[in-house]
């Protein structure tokens, strides 16, 4: 069937499905998948999903999921597929706008072997993921464009991912505490009277959160800031 727009259509055969193919549909919400109680693979390729949010839940059987080809799909957030035990693998190969992956989005799904983000924009992921899945033994990244930043160094020393091989981060023999060292900004001399207030702004941003810490002569911290709205004053 190539009509169909929401889950809620198939509520009637919610309760005895164990395999899905939805494929090439026009289905823009996982919302109600929960309620395929006994379902163990869902096939989801080519519909209009435009994130993934907390909609697996409660799918003690499901083992498999293939997100792929959803050209609309951005996101995927936190506890998306939380506390699945059966989960296995998950697609989202060529799913070309995913750009964002939470870092506790597999939480607890401790069966998970494979993620494929093959062809999407993602551009960085935490490392979090193996800690959250201690069995993730493969992360595919075939066709993207590595970002080269701290956030990124884990993949380059652990077995479970697999880069792509015209990535363009070359770390050599830097070490990540060299990547990943303080950047110190001197900041120009300025006198101020015992017990007036000093006011310092500093409006680095970057990814992950950037902190800005503020010291004074003696290498004492004094001041900080950790994103661009939590801001402190020394």
């Not at 869902?42 to 697996?56: C, E, K, M, P, S």
């Not at 998306?80 to 070309?96: H, N, Q, T, V, W």
């Not at 995913?98 to 072997?113: A, I, K, P, T």
């Amino acid at each position: 069937d190539q009509d169909i727009t929401e889950l809620s259509e198939l509520d009637d055969i919610a309760n005895e499905v164990s395999s899905l193919d939805l494929s090439n549909n026009f289905i823009s919400s996982l919302a109600g998948i929960s309620r395929f109680y006994k379902l163990e693979s869902l096939i989801f390729r080519n519909n209009t999903i435009t994130a993934v949010n907390d909609d697996f839940r409660d799918m003690p059987f499901l083992r498999e999921v293939d997100l792929s080809f959803n050209e609309l799909l951005k996101s995927v957030g936190d506890f998306a597929f939380f506390s699945l035990p059966s989960l296995e693998y998950i697609s989202f190969a060529d799913c070309s706008e995913l750009e964002w992956f939470g870092h506790r989005s597999v939480y607890d799904s401790y069966s998970l072997n494979e993620i494929d983000f093959s062809f999407t924009k993602i551009k960085a992921l935490s490392e979090h993921l193996t800690t959250y899945c201690p069995s993730l033994r493969s992360i595919v990244l075939d066709g993207i464009d590595i970002s080269c930043s701290c956030l990124n160094t884990w993949m380059f020393e652990t077995k479970v991912v697999q880069m792509p091989e015209d990535n363009n981060c070359d770390y050599g023999e830097l070490k990540k505490i060299d990547i990943c060292a303080p950047i110190l900004i001197p900041h120009d001399e300025v006198s101020v009277i015992e017990g007036e207030e000093l006011f310092i702004r500093c409006l680095a941003l970057g990814e992950p959160t950037v902190t800005v810490r503020l010291f004074d002569q003696d290498d004492n911290v004094v001041g900080y800031r950790k994103g661009k709205d939590n801001q402190r004053v020394v």
